[in-house]
């Protein structure tokens, strides 16, 4: 308890977690000094099947015993990839089995003696080093000892063999268990397949909505390609629980995807996203613009707006140029796809069609309602 005050002051996220109970757990709660009290949490008993998921979550064992034949939870926590602080009045302390944990454990720099227990331990752990904090004692650790997880060991003194003693800072982890099987890979592979379409496709999403126009349809076409092609190779490998189910997954991200962008995405804006798409495109010399304007339509700035929504065609007068909420029979944008009841070419003249982006951007704006926004 006293020395995570100091440690966090220098680690605000630092965190005490005890596993197991005992009756001198009140005692202990007591003691916790005031400047830590939100950050120690006494997890009490745990069951044997628990404790893997207990080791995922933290980043550092510290196990105090002052004396224990083994300390079995060192070798559990040592599966788990965790780096472990430790008495040398343990068994599992001084094993030289080849695993790589505690075996490997070294002082740091200028720790020489078992008196210098004030020290930053390192610890080699799955090839990995990983330094404790400076003031983490490496041996002699108090309180804790007096924890027990054993049923009906009553918290009595000694050794842990299977509970937790202290673990610092809450992290997620994931512990080594059974090797997954064939069919666990073929659908981890499955869901990593559907989990890069869903990025890719809120990445063009994205990046349409930044440049205010319609998604790019190649980017969208490129998601799907590399989801196809990353299924199909985890169905070759064989194991799958289910094959064939390319497009029913398919289809349950694209549902996703549509609704996370139909929430998050903001409505076009005719200012910002549409009249300069008019601007370029059609308020050009010769074109829609002043002093005489085509078929008397003005897109310039300023006037666009006002001519073109709720206003009739003057080459299909039972149109309206744009009919709020309908792209399909708003006029305009009829005359930019080429719909078969247009009169005369499709828009814009000698520059037919426009890029997929922009069209999309001008039916999104006009199904939307047509705002002056």
């Known amino acids: 308890m006293r020395l995570l005050v100091g440690i966090a002051e220098r680690h605000p996220s630092a965190e005490l977690v005890l596993v197991g109970d005992g009756p001198l757990r009140s005692r202990l709660e007591a003691s916790i000094p005031p400047p830590i009290r939100g950050r120690v949490d006494f997890r009490g008993h745990r069951q044997w099947d628990e404790l893997p998921r207990e080791y995922a979550r933290r980043n550092v064992l510290v196990f105090p015993s002052r004396h224990d034949g083994w300390g079995m939870v060192i070798p559990e926590v040592m599966a788990a990839g965790l780096p472990i602080i430790a008495t040398r009045q343990t068994g599992a302390a001084h094993g030289r089995a080849g695993a790589r944990g505690m ?9 020489t003696t078992a008196g210098e227990d004030r020290c930053g331990v390192r610890a080699k752990v799955g090839g990995k080093k ?15 000892h007096v924890l027990d997880n054993r049923p009906g060991t009553g918290g009595r003194r000694g050794g842990m063999p299977i509970a937790l003693a202290l673990l610092l800072a809450v992290v997620g982890l994931t512990p080594a268990l059974a090797a997954p099987t064939p069919a666990q ?10 989990a890069k379409k869903a990025t890719g496709k809120i990445r063009c999403h994205e990046k349409a909505i930044l440049k205010g126009l319609g998604v790019d349809v ?5 998601a799907e390609s590399k989801f196809a092609s990353a299924f199909a190779k985890a169905e ?5 629980a289910t094959v064939g189910d390319a497009a029913a997954i398919e289809l349950l991200v694209d549902d996703f995807v549509e609704q996370a962008v139909d929430a998050l995405e903001p409505p076009v804006s005719f200012a910002a996203v549409v009249q ?7 308020a050009v010399s010769g074109c829609h613009v002043a002093p005489v304007p085509a078929a008397g339509l003005d897109l310039s700035a300023g006037v666009a707006y006002a001519n073109i929504v709720n206003v009739d065609s003057s080459q299909v007068p039972t149109s309206k140029r744009v009919f709020p909420g309908d792209a399909a029979v708003s006029y305009l944008y009829q005359k930019i796809t080429n719909d078969p009841g247009i009169v005369g070419s499709p828009m814009p003249l000698g520059a037919f069609p426009m890029p997929t982006a922009e069209i999309d951007a001008i039916e999104r704006w006009i199904a939307e309602g047509a705002a002056n926004n």
């Open 236 to 240: 070759l490998k064989g194991g799958c």
């Open 130 to 144: 990983k330094v404790a904090p400076a003031g983490v004692p490496a041996e002699g650790m108090t309180a804790t």
């Open 276 to 282: 300069p798409i008019f601007s370029a495109r059609c």
């Open 103 to 111: 075996s490997n454990a070294r002082r740091a720099p200028g720790c």
């Open 185 to 194: 890979r073929c659908a981890a592979a499955k869901l990593k397949a559907a």
């Open 218 to 222: 190649l980017c969208l076409q490129k």
